[in-house]
């Protein structure tokens, strides 16, 4: 039969102690408006995976009605979790330079996970 510990025993576990607090985690976030283009979502795709990183939300939508030339607008919105400030930014900068790509606004939330 096994001995319960001590109490004296058990004040020295880390387990027992209080979780610290976590910190709020940051949501980088892409809203891309570009030319409704078979090739625009895999380049897109391709800034994000040839970094290593999977988003963790797409959500795409052809949009407007045609335009005189007969395309649509494409809007994307990428969410990444925990994607530091320079590094979107960096991507974003690389975003605004792809091809049939026309605007990339970016925003961060904070959630307290």
């Given at each position: 039969?096994?001995?319960?510990?001590?109490?004296?025993?058990?004040?020295?576990?880390?387990?027992l102690?209080?979780?610290?607090?976590?910190?709020?985690?940051?949501?980088?976030c892409?809203?891309?408006?570009?030319?409704?283009a078979?090739?625009?979502?895999?380049?897109?795709?391709?800034?994000?995976?040839?970094?290593?990183?999977?988003?963790?939300?797409?959500?795409?939508?052809?949009?407007?009605?045609?335009?005189?030339?007969?395309?649509r607008?494409?809007a994307?919105?990428?969410?990444?979790?925990?994607?530091?400030?320079?590094?979107?930014d960096?991507?974003?900068?690389?975003?605004?330079?792809?091809?049939?790509?026309?605007?990339?606004?970016?925003?961060?939330?904070?959630?307290?996970?």
């Amino acid at each position: 039969m096994a001995a319960h510990p001590s109490l004296s025993d058990l004040s020295d576990r880390s387990s027992l102690a209080p979780a610290p607090a976590k910190a709020a985690e940051t949501v980088y976030c892409f809203s891309i408006l570009a030319e409704a283009a078979p090739g625009v979502m895999p380049r897109v795709l391709e800034l994000f995976a040839k970094r290593g990183l999977v988003p963790t939300r797409w959500h795409s939508d052809v949009t407007g009605p045609k335009h005189p030339g007969g395309g649509r607008d494409l809007a994307i919105d990428v969410q990444l979790d925990g994607l530091d400030v320079a590094t979107g930014d960096y991507i974003a900068r690389c975003l605004r330079q792809t091809f049939q790509v026309e605007t990339v606004l970016t925003s961060q939330k904070h959630v307290s996970r």
